[in-house]
């Protein structure tokens, strides 16, 4: 009885959704700028051509780099946070909230902020390591060397506090008889945590993590605003190389046939990393 009701919603999820993703296919075969009707079939051409552009490989590199290099950062600092903020301590509820707020930002409000941080002439980063007697390890921080660093940590500023906030839902709904038997045996801190809190907030990481995996794959405007006016070739990441690809935007240059080739092969990077990572962290479930 419940079916038929499914229908009007699958059916603007197939409109939506579902026939993009099938058309893009069929654009993909296409060399197409996009602005006239004129379209020549090539095949698998804009594939064959990918496989040899370097600036994909740098693309698909940076965009792995960001989103295993800033799940990293994000869900050890978003732990070791929340081991602290489980506690009972004052302000508990404003210092979440202020981790939270970064998300709330706009991205290109969150990218200018770290284009000032990053600055070399008037940032507070170059400042401090100055006045500090460290000028020796001041760099061009969004130069082609560390510009993924950079960005990888502006992303991690940036997205911890959400993740931080799913993580401690799961935290909040362990019985504290638990934690209270932890330490009455003596269970140090790390224990404690590898014991009891990582399993049983597991299946909770995990959709943390599949949400921050297909987040980290579509990251655009942050790194966008970052990087202004244009980021260096070795700083594109999947995102950047297929609007720049699709409209221009660094080089006068239109080719939305190819661009959208690489937005398939993107599709299918994510789709093939959520069905790794669900493989990887397969494990019982706990009941409690």
């Keep these: 009885m419940v079916v038929p009701f499914l229908f009007p919603a699958l059916a603007v999820y197939t409109l939506i959704f579902v026939y993009p993703a099938f058309d893009a296919v069929r654009v993909s075969l296409f060399q197409w700028n996009g602005f006239t009707?004129?379209?020549?079939?090539?095949?698998?051409?804009?594939?064959?051509?990918?496989?040899?552009?370097?600036?994909?490989?740098?693309?698909?590199?940076?965009?792995?780099?960001?989103a295993i290099g800033?799940?990293?950062?994000?869900?050890?600092?978003?732990?070791?946070?929340?081991?602290?903020?489980?506690?009972?301590?004052?302000?508990?509820?404003?210092?979440r909230a202020l981790m939270f707020f970064p998300i709330v930002l706009p991205g290109v409000g969150v990218g200018m902020i770290w284009q000032f941080?990053?600055?070399?002439?008037?940032?507070?980063?170059?400042?401090?390591?100055?006045?500090?007697?460290?000028?020796s390890l001041d760099q061009t921080w969004l130069g082609p060397k560390l510009i993924i660093p950079s960005?990888?940590?502006?992303?991690i500023w940036t997205y911890m506090g959400f993740y931080l906030v799913i993580l401690m839902a799961g935290i909040d709904k362990i019985p504290k008889s638990y934690f209270e038997a932890a330490k009455m045996d003596?269970?140090?801190?790390?224990?404690?945590?590898?014991?009891?809190?990582?399993?049983?907030?597991?299946?909770?990481?995990?959709?943390?993590?599949?949400?921050?995996?297909?987040?980290?794959?579509?990251?655009?405007?942050?790194?966008v605003a970052t990087t202004f006016p244009s980021p260096p070739r070795s700083g594109f990441t999947m995102t950047i190389f297929i609007w720049e690809r699709a409209v221009g935007a660094y080089t006068p240059v239109f080719e939305l046939g190819?661009?959208?080739?690489?937005?398939?092969?993107?599709?299918?990077?994510?789709?093939?990393?959520?069905?790794?990572?669900?493989?990887?962290?397969?494990?019982?479930?706990?009941?409690y």
């Excluded at 002439?121 to 000028?135: C, K, Y």
């Design 117 to 135: 941080v990053y600055n070399r002439s008037w940032g507070p980063l170059s400042a401090f390591l100055n006045a500090v007697g460290l000028g």
């Design 258 to 287: 190819y661009a959208t080739a690489l937005g398939v092969v993107l599709l299918v990077c994510v789709v093939a990393g959520v069905a790794v990572l669900r493989l990887i962290t397969r494990r019982e479930r706990i009941e």
């Design 70 to 95: 800033g799940g990293a950062g994000i869900f050890g600092l978003a732990f070791f946070f929340s081991a602290i903020l489980q506690r009972e301590i004052r302000g508990k509820k404003f210092f």
């Design 37 to 66: 009707t004129r379209m020549t079939y090539i095949g698998f051409g804009n594939y064959r051509h990918l496989l040899s552009d370097p600036t994909f490989w740098v693309s698909l590199r940076n965009t792995a780099v960001i």
């Design 186 to 223: 003596g269970a140090s801190d790390w224990r404690t945590f590898w014991l009891i809190t990582l399993p049983m907030t597991w299946d909770v990481l995990v959709v943390a993590m599949v949400l921050w995996l297909i987040s980290a794959m579509k990251i655009f405007d942050l790194i």
């Design 151 to 155: 960005l990888t940590i502006a992303v």
